[in-house]
């Protein structure tokens, strides 16, 4: 689905099919009405007909004879203005309706419809992010693609003279985060035999070639020169060799720090010999898209091209139960220098983030945020909207909740007090890799914390977000949008 902007008056244009919004039971805007005109006023009485409701998301399709050869009418709710919710919702479901028909090309007035505390530069990005989300498809397994591709394939936004350049920005902009989501999806979708740590090596590497990024990936000796005990530890139960892949772009001066994403980068979690339980197992080759979104944000701000300095760091390897795999119990030294107590096999995400945060340290960042799928107690906590967000910093844990609230894609601060770091003493070691059930996404993050205190650091826990269970199961490219607005608006592009 490919955006553009429009600036022809909207009655006269030619479209397969028009989206046009509903406000209060009223067709929204001068151009909604436009239409109406040179359509003999059918929009109107098709809304006096009460077909449509009031009620925000319903949708009304019809077909015209004119120019313009469909329209799918798309109620914001009843009231003055859409709130964010439903602005989301309602569009999702136009774009849906507009994808049943066999048009290729549309027209879009919906970001004609005012919503509470928002511009029209957020309107125009959601439209964009929310079409091509609706557009994806995953059919690289399947023996042949689906008959019906996505539609529309072409979507022009109405808009005055004025908003035109400024829109158009918006959608290069929007496009980039789409490709990123694109690759994160596809990478989370992969099933775990073809996704494997040398699989996200080789995605990374050819990035680099497309992107013109320096690519790095480390192989098991160098991860035992470097100490990496408790990545290492996590690889051992695994026939798949691990990796750490450092990928890195410059889009400004070699003196100006970068930002690091770290991506949690296991390919397949079995529990290890902590053996999780079998139903819905499968959807632990989901515990990649830490990585798949670190991976995506790197794309978007490469094709961007921010005038930033970001660096990517995935640390990737299976969770296998093995002859040679760690035992629960088993004390390693992490890279730091610290020893850690394995006592569940299970939290094997911590262990490998440790010593990639540990190796973190040598870009001098100016911030560093890690992304995981880390905790089922997450999931619990927060439910599918939100994403984790934990960190010490007040700044630039502010940052990231208004970049998510930007693009739709929202984290909710859980708190990270020194009253939670109790639950992680060991008898034994410096530090336990488990704190007991409650609490159990702070303590993970709690656990990440000890690693992590010379620079400004956030962890994001990502497990409720990044993937969709049951019928609808499959990755949801998330958060590739929040990471992405937040290094282009560090980079003073957003
Ligand atoms: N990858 C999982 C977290 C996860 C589980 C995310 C289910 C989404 C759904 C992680 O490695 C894990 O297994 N965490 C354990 C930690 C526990 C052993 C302290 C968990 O959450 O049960
Ligand atoms: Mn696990
Ligand atoms: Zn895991």
Redesign the pocket.
Same mark, same amino acid.
């Given at each position: 689905m490919k955006f553009s902007t429009t600036t022809s008056a909207a009655a006269r244009a030619r479209a397969g099919v028009a989206l046009v919004p509903v406000l209060g039971g009223r067709l929204c805007g001068s151009a909604a009405q436009a239409i109406d005109e040179a359509n003999g006023g059918r929009l109107s009485r098709l809304l006096a007909s009460g077909d449509l409701g009031k009620k925000a998301a319903a949708t009304l399709s019809t077909h015209l004879d004119g120019s313009i050869a469909r329209v799918v009418l798309a109620s914001f709710g009843k009231d003055k203005e859409a709130n964010e919710k439903s602005y989301i919702d309602t569009v999702r479901a136009a774009y849906k309706a507009a994808g049943s028909f066999s048009a290729d090309d549309a027209l879009s007035l919906l970001h004609d419809v005012p919503v509470a505390g928002r511009d029209l530069a957020w309107k125009v990005r959601v439209q964009a992010l929310a079409g091509r989300d609706i557009a994806y498809r995953f059919e690289q397994m399947k023996s042949e693609p689906d008959p019906k591709p996505p539609r529309p394939k072409r979507v022009a936004l109405a808009l005055e003279r004025a908003d035109a350049a400024a829109a158009g920005r918006e959608i290069d902009r929007a496009s980039a985060i789409a490709n990123g989501m694109d690759l994160a999806k596809d990478l989370g979708n992969l099933p775990a035999n073809v996704c494997t740590p040398t699989y996200l090596a080789d995605t990374a590497r050819k990035l680099a070639r497309e992107f013109g990024l320096k690519c790095e990936v480390l192989d098991e000796k160098q991860m035992q020169a470097l100490k990496m005990g408790a990545l290492l530890a996590v690889a051992r139960g695994s026939a798949q060799p691990p990796k750490l892949i450092v990928l890195r772009y410059q889009g400004a001066g070699a003196k100006q720090a970068p930002i690091v994403l770290v991506g949690k980068g @296991?390919t397949f979690?079995t529990?290890g010999i902590?053996l999780?339980p079998a139903p819905e197992m499968d959807?632990?080759k989901f $515990?990649m898209c830490g990585a798949a979104s670190v991976l995506g944000t790197m794309r978007a701000v490469a094709e961007a091209k921010a005038k930033v300095n970001l660096v990517v760091v995935v640390p990737t390897t299976e969770?296998m139960p093995g002859g040679r795999a760690t035992r629960p119990g088993d004390i390693v030294t992490t890279m730091s220098g610290k020893t850690v107590e394995i006592l569940?096999t $299970? /939290?094997?995400?911590r262990l490998i983030l440790c010593d990639a945060l540990e190796y973190a340290k040598r870009f001098s960042p100016a911030a560093v945020v890690d992304v995981a799928?880390?905790?089922? /107690?997450c999931?619990i906590a927060l439910g599918h909207h939100h994403s984790g967000l934990f960190s010490p910093n007040d700044e630039l844990a502010g940052e990231l909740q208004a970049a998510g609230r930007e693009v739709a894609d929202t984290c909710w601060r859980m708190p990270l007090d020194d009253a939670y770091q109790e639950q992680l003493k060991s008898p034994f070691a410096d530090v336990a890799n @488990?704190g007991g059930r409650p609490a159990?996404s702070v303590t /993970?993050a709690c656990f990440l914390s000890r690693f992590t205190k010379d620079y400004t650091w956030a962890h994001l826990d990502i /497990?409720g977000t990044a993937w969709r269970s049951g019928t609808n199961k499959g990755a949801s490219g998330r958060p590739v949008p929040l990471l992405t607005r937040f290094v282009l608006a560090r980079s003073g592009a957003a």
């Open positions: @296991i979690d529990g902590s999780k959807e632990m $515990d969770n569940n $299970d /939290a094997e995400g799928n880390l905790t089922g /107690a999931v @488990i159990g /993970a /497990a």
